[in-house]
């Protein structure tokens, strides 16, 4: 249900008040005096970077569930795995998943192989993976009793996930961000009430209505086990961490209001307080309706579907903050997974467009994408990624006119076709 699919981003102003980690700069062997090269060893990764809106040299590129189903190697190792628990939960596995499409493409961001449902037995809710139904909570929790026997998330229990997140870092370094994800209070809950996966949440949402209490008791549990969960995710390696409201978008704005916006605001302010360094992701399927609210949960990354224009988002979000002169919050988003079918030129067209509607003032674009289906060709994304990683950004320029009006245009765009292979 984490779906991969072209996304970009677009960053805020850098918050000068967080604070950095520092580092002691070595200069070269044999040399007495630090060169640029010294230095950028020392840089955090691109999209990082970006997130935290510094100037950067290109766009940075990376597929949001970038382990799956669209290589061959990963299908050869399903096969010879089949259980996604298993997968999901053994160091060695995470870690030659995670690292698949590394090797494969270098992307700017190597995203964990994990599951948003992977913490809940670590609070006592047990649940499997089907191959054709999806997640299955065999006892679903829909009574005061039943949340109150929940019990504090037990990190000791998910050390697999630490250690994965620990090794991909090491085997990264600082050529590409690592990056975590959990599932949202509310997303979560969906499957815990549903028991299962649901096209429209008949029975939480009727809990929500009969029994409020009994969500609000579950959500702020869920809330305080996240917290924990992202902390224990960043002090193993993570760079960046995402938070999928992945079933956000089937709210209406004013239950969102209610049933997820106060939760995710909480995790976000806990975290922020815990570790200010690390930029945090909102990314909610059909958002577009909520986009100033995600925007004010205080995420410093919102992410968003192809179904929503950037160039909207971006000047939705700047109005929203009263300030349409600067950039208040990272974009991440969005082309169509479908394109990938598609020829080269309808790809490239699509990323080009994606680009000139991400962008803006000192505009840094994050690319992601997820296939949707299970077949989408690996040749259609090597080419895809040689192309734009190292030539879109850089040569994308803006152009500053009366009044806020900008005339855009796309410089000196090659396609660097040498580096399809």
């Not at 690292?99 to 964990?112: A, C, E, N, T, Y």
């Not at 399927?285 to 609210?293: F, T, Y």
């Not at 990624?385 to 040569?395: G, I, P, Q």
Request: glycine letters at 6%; a positive charge; hydrophobic letters at 35%.
């Amino acid at each position: 249900f984490l779906y991969p699919m072209l996304k970009f981003s677009t960053p805020k102003s850098f918050n000068a008040t967080k604070p950095r980690k520092a580092v002691t700069l070595k200069a070269s062997e044999g040399s007495n005096r630090l060169t640029l090269k010294d230095l950028e060893a020392y840089k955090d990764p691109l999209l990082v970077r970006a997130a935290r809106g510094e100037e950067i040299e290109r766009v940075p590129c990376w597929l949001m569930r970038q382990a799956g189903r669209y290589q061959k190697v990963y299908r050869d190792l399903a096969a010879k795995y089949p259980s996604f628990r298993q997968r999901s939960e053994t160091t060695d596995l995470i870690v030659e998943i995670s690292l698949q499409p590394w090797k494969s493409f270098k992307p700017d961001g190597v995203i964990m192989f994990s599951d948003i449902l992977t913490p809940l037995p670590a609070m006592g809710i047990e649940f499997d993976i089907d191959n054709t139904k999806g997640p299955i909570i065999q006892k679903p929790i829909r009574t005061m009793e039943q949340v109150d026997e929940l019990y504090d998330i037990d990190l000791s229990r998910l050390e697999f996930v630490s250690s994965a997140l620990t090794h991909i870092r090491a085997e990264v370094g600082r050529k590409s961000a690592v990056l975590g994800f959990i599932g949202s209070p509310w997303t979560l809950a969906t499957y815990i009430v549903e028991g299962a996966s649901s096209q429209h949440y008949r029975t939480i949402k009727n809990l929500s209505y009969s029994n409020p209490d009994i969500l609000e008791a579950l959500l702020r549990k869920l809330t305080i086990a996240l917290t924990d969960y992202i902390i224990f995710q960043i002090d193993a390696g993570a760079h960046v961490v995402q938070i999928f409201d992945s079933w956000g978008g089937h709210l209406p704005p004013k239950d969102w209001d209610r049933w997820s916006k106060p939760y995710l605001r909480r995790i976000i302010r806990e975290v922020h307080l815990a570790r200010p360094h690390i930029p945090l992701t909102v990314f909610a399927n059909g958002c577009g309706g909520l986009l100033e609210r995600i925007a004010a949960t205080g995420a410093d990354i919102v992410g968003v579907d192809w179904a929503t224009d950037l160039r909207d988002a971006r000047h939705r979000l700047d109005v929203a903050a009263g300030d349409a002169d600067s950039n208040t919050v990272c974009l991440q988003g969005n082309v169509d997974p479908a394109v990938l079918f598609g020829p080269k030129a309808a790809i490239t067209e699509a990323v080009k467009d994606c680009l000139v509607r991400g962008g803006g003032r000192s505009a840094a674009t994050s690319l992601t994408w997820d296939t949707a289906c299970s077949r989408v060709p690996q040749k259609t994304q090597s080419p895809t990624f040689s192309r734009y990683r190292k030539s879109l950004a850089s040569r994308l320029t803006y152009k500053e006119g009366d009044r806020g009006e900008k005339e855009r245009e796309v410089l000196n765009y090659k396609c660097q076709e040498e580096r399809d292979t």
